[in-house]
């Protein structure tokens, strides 16, 4: 199973809501990040969980909030977001970061949000 | 100056022929290199890595690393149109992925 796999594919919200996005791989991998992606832009690095633990925080505003319950599961928890958080946001997975000289990351198809 | 630059694009090129993709970055601490393929709409998928100096070819795609220029290319054999996407190079640090801004590719009929 080479899989990343994003639930939901689209997701609307309005800024007072509190919504989940879930990322699921069972490729072993021990690092698993999260990017938001907007139109014509690369992606950009929010969050890196190493062996279930926060290594890597981009200063990501609090209204995101990353949670890792296990080695195959990643979520991140939206409350109050903006408009301007509208984007793709894309889960990936690679090998662990230390102590692995192959750590291609393989990403999950996406999910598109749109904050109203 | 940018952390990872790729060439501006759009880039066309007729069917069958050669396409280059280029992409220079400034940390010289940078471990591991990829070339990524995205479609409109899509999530970006891995078509190649590289992490020693040289060339590494996978059917029709090459990559070229140079530590010293840091420098890395992707070319792509036999272009078809289904090789039109968006090319992103991402280069890596200590588990940290840096994107270039893309290259758009087109390859005509």
């Known amino acids: 199973d080479t899989e990343v796999t994003q639930t939901p594919k689209h997701l609307v919200m309005g800024m007072t809501n509190k919504k989940s996005l879930k990322c699921e791989q069972h490729?072993?991998?021990?690092?698993m990040y999260w990017y938001k992606q907007k139109a014509k832009k690369p992606p950009e690095l929010m969050f890196v969980?190493?062996?279930?633990?926060?290594?890597i925080n981009e200063s990501v505003p609090s209204r995101f909030s990353p949670e890792c319950p296990n080695s195959s599961l990643l979520n991140l928890h939206l409350h109050a977001l903006q408009p301007e958080d509208s984007a793709l946001y894309l889960c990936?997975?690679?090998?662990?970061?230390?102590?692995?000289?192959?750590?291609?990351?393989?990403f999950g198809p996406g999910t598109r949000l749109t904050v109203l | 100056q940018k952390e990872v630059e790729q060439n501006s694009g759009p880039l066309s090129v007729p069917e069958g022929a050669i396409a280059s993709l280029n992409c220079t970055y400034s940390d010289r601490g940078s471990q591991s290199f990829f070339w990524y393929r995205q479609y409109s709409g899509k999530s970006p998928e891995l078509i190649m890595f590289?992490?020693?100096?040289g060339d590494k070819e996978d059917g029709r795609f090459t990559a070229q690393l140079n530590k010293a220029s840091q420098y890395v290319s992707l070319l792509i054999r036999d272009s078809q149109p289904s090789d039109s996407a968006t090319y992103l190079c991402a280069v890596r640090n200590a588990g940290k992925s840096t994107f270039g801004d893309g290259t758009t590719l087109t390859v005509k009929p």
């Open positions: 969980y190493s062996y279930e633990k926060l290594s």
């Open positions: 990936a997975s690679s090998q662990p970061l230390l102590g692995s000289s192959y750590n291609e990351q393989f």
């Open positions: 590289i992490y020693s100096n």
């Open positions: 490729m072993g991998h021990r690092a």
